[in-house]
């Protein structure tokens, strides 16, 4: 019965089967046994994110620290981050060099019109508001990551990114769900 | 003791501990209580949404209305919400100003081009056919949402959307899976 | 032993009822019983798909062929697919005509601009690896598809594609993660 979120790496105290099975390619080796017994686990956690500019940001390290802790007791699983709002994104892309963020907000703004130009009927917020509403969709506000050995199992140049696309931004809200075993 | 990956249809037959905990932001306060014994759940169902006109459209409360008792069984878990369609596609976005449904479908349409003066091959189902493949693949089929405490944990602000991207619609059928504990 | 789908907030502590359900729409039958006693199973995969030349490739058969095994021991649950790349992208669209395919691809390559003409910054790997980055999110890297009765629950025309967005295309690592009951 431990009261702390963290996950219990004693045995559970009577026998159960739960069903798992962690298969491996001829890539990578998932070292879970067939046959393993273990409980699903959920956990769940809202996180702000404070304001960041418009543009897209790199926030996989804040997310971690937010997580690591509960991460590393999931031998298996999926994560799930799911932003609050409708006028910000998230999305996985490069990790390494920031260009690709700074190329990927000259996309967006090229992409959707914004100011005078733009055939907006909702305006009232703004001429940023629309425009971000549409990129929102674009990219989506939610993201599913596999969990492996209580690590989120990303590839080597994936990173998550937050992308702001309000001019006068405020903090964000990701409600951040783990289940697996 | 089954060593293969087989699925056992015999009921679990001891005591099983399912952990799972809840914890809290500084600024949500989910009040789950830590190490409380719970059974994951599993809830799926097909929903058939009548034809809406092209467009995008907000159907939170048509969902809501088909989910809502098994929802409010569920302390923690996620929502899936997946559209069996090529033509059409789930998002979320803005709940209140109806004018941000229009200016997306104006969007929508200003960025794929249609009729004669559009590139496709693909024209044998109309030339609103090739460009609802494509906008479904922009917006996407799914949605995965935070359940919390009986609820979608969704922003104040955000809601689900149906986006009909073909002239002539049929009604669109939804798979809705539920998993929490 | 209750019949309900509700919630118990009572610690499990006799045989336990995993409570799971899978309710029917007018439309579709799925027989899973009420009340029915199972257990949650996670099973987790990576895949090597070999290299596919630049653009939108149907890989439904290659994906079964990993994991229906796996899957047919699965009543009730969701199938979660995860690209680990950032130049390529997974989505849904039709399984049929691949000409939508090509279109698909027509349509990014004109949206995405590459070449002498485009504004990027990031352009040390090659002119396509800007605008391969941006393909990745908009479609994004992962699907998560509803799994019945030991099958991927998706439409008649849906299937599962791998958009290449790179020139130069090597294999691609994803993983495929099976959770339900």
């Given amino acids: 019965m431990e009261a702390s979120f963290g996950f219990s790496s004693k045995p559970v105290s009577v026998p159960i089967r739960v069903k798992s099975h962690l298969s491996s390619s001829s890539v990578t080796n998932l070292p879970l046994k067939p046959g393993e017994s273990m409980a699903a686990k959920w ?48 999305t996985i892309n490069e990790n390494y060099d920031s260009d690709v963020q700074a190329d990927t907000e000259t996309f967006l703004n090229k992409i ?29 506000c939610s993201l599913t990551i596999p969990i492996t050995e209580g690590r989120l199992n990303m590839g080597t140049w994936q990173g998550i990114w937050l992308c702001e696309h309000r001019d006068h931004a405020t903090p964000r809200k990701i409600v951040i769900t783990l289940n697996g075993m």
Same sequence: chains 1, 2, 3.
């Fill in 43 to 90: 956990a769940q956690k809202t996180v702000v994110i404070p304001a960041h500019r418009r543009g897209c940001h790199l926030i996989t390290p804040k997310v971690l620290r937010e997580i690591e802790q509960d991460l590393s007791g999931f031998q298996c699983g999926l994560a799930h981050f799911f932003l609050q709002h409708t006028s910000a994104s998230l």
């Fill in 112 to 140: 959707v019109p914004e100011g005078r130009s733009a055939p907006w009927r909702h305006t009232l917020e703004g001429p940023d508001d629309m425009p971000a509403h549409i990129k929102s969709s674009m990219f989506g």
